[in-house]
């Protein structure tokens, strides 16, 4: 089973950072470092894979509903995912 957190970089909720470090004390290998992905040929965010299947993923200039704030590129991440895809 794939496990895929992903936050919104302008979320005032819970911010990614909160996000990022709780991924990171899980201990998982890094098995692809952080890297920009993109949506439509612009950079949409930034994702880092660790074993297990587990994504990290950040969409750029998006809040804490990332489909509110940023359909398109909420489109393409999930899309991507249900596929099997990398970002």
Known sequence: MSTFPRC???????????????????????????????????IAGYTQGYEKNLTFSTVKGSGHTVPEYKPQEALDLYSRFLAGKPL
């Not at 302008?10 to 201990?27: I, K, Q, Y």
């Open 8 to 42: 919104g970089d302008h979320d005032l909720c819970v911010p990614f950072t909160g996000s990022e470090a709780w991924t990171r004390s899980l201990g998982y290998k890094i098995v692809d470092e952080w890297r920009p992905w993109t949506s439509k040929g612009q």
